[in-house]
């Protein structure tokens, strides 16, 4: 909260607009701006048959590849484009088939550029990194953290559900079959994991299986790949959900009231294996929100665990307001996760009735809100001087997030 009578200040490039009580505004509705930066990304140049953003990571804001920056990060920059565009089709009632191609485009990249040879231990599997200027990804392509044959294998997990979900939304099968692929792949190499080791090492190398970094924090997307498939009527993935779900239940979501270990490790430009993160325990308690119905009670128990983790260890002031930062490493308000931890914010204080953490939830998505320019343009991080960045950060991991948030509190989505 800011004090009306202070000086001006900027956020983003734009005035920063206060209430009679200090609470920030946003600058613009935002519907407003969601439709500006969707509409801005219509316009991308396309590479090889794909909109520029779909295979490049870091772009400026006139969608020139910055040069020094080859590296890729295409399952969670495509495999959460997916769901923010499909998210975003059904929020505007699937009348402009445009935002449904794009998401086919990422899906089309994710399936034909993006995977492992069929060979090895994870064979056929989509790479958690790669380089924007191989068509497809060569077999030693690991960039950012990961080494040349590295692979994550919880990114599979985001990659497969979002292409689950793009079969739901298309019937497309040559979706649903990489999702199958990349189930079959986890299954085959999951343990049981115990308090020092999740049920996937967080690297390994796909030709062999050499494991580096023994906790993997994002679990959750691969429980909801399960789950996808469970539905469809894939009973071979009953007992690794089970096995899967024990571990995150009696383990992991316990580890939120003590050190939070079990929650290291998600960003691909990081191998610190103690390096814990927001992502992964807010994507944990955003599924336990949506499916509490299908849980035990103890679903409102855990999600307050998980997310008082998040403001205690992750949140700190910008502009006096709170908002959350990445990971132990980066203690910066980047636009993938503060947004993130404002919609599970506004979901739990949807599901509680907790007005304060409402209030909280806003707060942070009005401040991400300001880092779209009046073209459309996003920016990574509200401090750079110019749009443009890394695009998950930017885009494709912010959109479903203000999805999801407008879902629970619609009147926010006018409000100015």
């Known amino acids: 909260m800011s004090d009306p009578n202070s000086q001006p200040v900027a956020i983003a490039g734009h005035a920063a607009s206060f209430d009679a009580q200090g609470k920030l505004k946003p600058w613009t509705s935002w519907n407003a701006a969601l439709d500006l930066e969707m509409n801005f990304y219509q316009h991308c140049p396309s590479d090889h048959g794909y909109p520029r953003f779909v295979l490049a990571t870091f772009l400026d804001a006139d969608w020139t590849p910055i040069a020094e920056r080859t590296d890729t990060i295409p399952a969670t920059q495509n495999g959460m484009g997916i769901l923010s565009y499909l998210k975003y089709y059904e929020l505007r009632n699937k009348q402009d088939p445009r935002?449904?191609?794009?998401?086919?485009?990422?899906?089309?990249?994710?399936?034909?550029?993006?995977?492992?040879?069929?060979?090895?231990?994870?064979?056929?599997?989509?790479?958690?990194?790669?380089?924007?200027?191989?068509?497809?990804?060569?077999?030693?392509?690991?960039?950012q953290a990961?080494?040349?044959?590295?692979?994550?294998?919880?990114?599979?997990?985001?990659?497969?559900?979002?292409?689950?979900?793009?079969?739901?939304?298309?019937?497309?099968?040559?979706?649903?079959?990489?999702?199958?692929?990349?189930?079959?792949?986890?299954?085959?190499?999951?343990?049981?994991?115990?308090?020092?080791?999740?049920?996937?090492?967080?690297?390994?190398?796909y030709r062999n299986g050499d494991a580096r970094g023994p906790v993997s924090g994002n679990m959750t997307y691969v429980l909801r790949l399960y789950d996808e498939l469970l539905a469809q009527g894939y009973e071979e993935f009953a007992a690794p959900r089970q096995s899967l779900w024990h571990w995150i239940s009696d383990l992991q979501i316990p580890s939120a009231a003590g050190d939070g270990s079990l929650f290291a490790q998600f960003f691909e430009d990081h191998d610190t294996s103690t390096n814990r993160t927001a992502w992964a325990p807010l994507n944990l308690a955003r599924?336990?929100?949506?499916?509490?119905?299908?849980?035990?009670?103890?679903?409102?128990?855990?999600?307050?665990?998980?997310?008082?983790?998040?403001?205690?260890?992750?949140?700190?002031?910008?502009?006096?307001?709170?908002?959350?930062?990445?990971?132990?490493?980066?203690?910066?308000?980047w636009g993938g996760i503060n947004s993130t931890f404002g919609a599970v914010l506004a979901l739990y204080a949807k599901a509680t009735g907790s007005a304060a953490l409402a209030d909280e939830a806003r707060s942070a998505l009005d401040f991400t809100i300001y880092s779209i320019d009046e073209r459309g343009?996003?920016?990574?991080?509200?401090?750079?001087?110019?749009?443009?960045?890394?695009?998950?950060?930017?885009?494709?991991?912010?959109?479903?997030?203000?999805?999801?948030?407008?879902?629970?509190?619609p009147e926010w989505s006018e409000a100015r």
């Open 99 to 143: 935002y449904l191609a794009t998401a086919c485009a990422m899906g089309e990249y994710l399936v034909k550029e993006s995977l492992t040879p069929r060979l090895g231990t994870y064979p056929a599997f989509t790479r958690s990194t790669g380089t924007r200027v191989k068509f497809p990804l060569p077999e030693d392509c690991g960039s």
């Open 146 to 205: 990961d080494r040349p044959y590295e692979i994550e294998p919880d990114k599979g997990g985001i990659a497969g559900f979002a292409l689950a979900e793009l079969f739901k939304a298309t019937g497309a099968r040559v979706y649903l079959n990489q999702a199958l692929q990349n189930a079959r792949v986890l299954a085959a190499n999951q343990l049981d994991g115990d308090a020092f080791r999740s049920p996937w090492p967080f690297r390994v190398d």
């Open 287 to 333: 599924y336990l929100l949506e499916k509490r119905e299908l849980l035990s009670a103890d679903w409102s128990t855990d999600c307050a665990s998980l997310i008082e983790f998040v403001r205690a260890t992750f949140t700190h002031m910008e502009f006096g307001i709170s908002v959350c930062h990445e990971q132990d490493e980066d203690k910066q308000a």
């Open 377 to 409: 343009r996003p920016r990574d991080l509200f401090k750079n001087p110019v749009p443009g960045g890394w695009q998950e950060d930017a885009h494709t991991d912010v959109i479903h997030n203000y999805v999801d948030a407008i879902g629970a509190f």
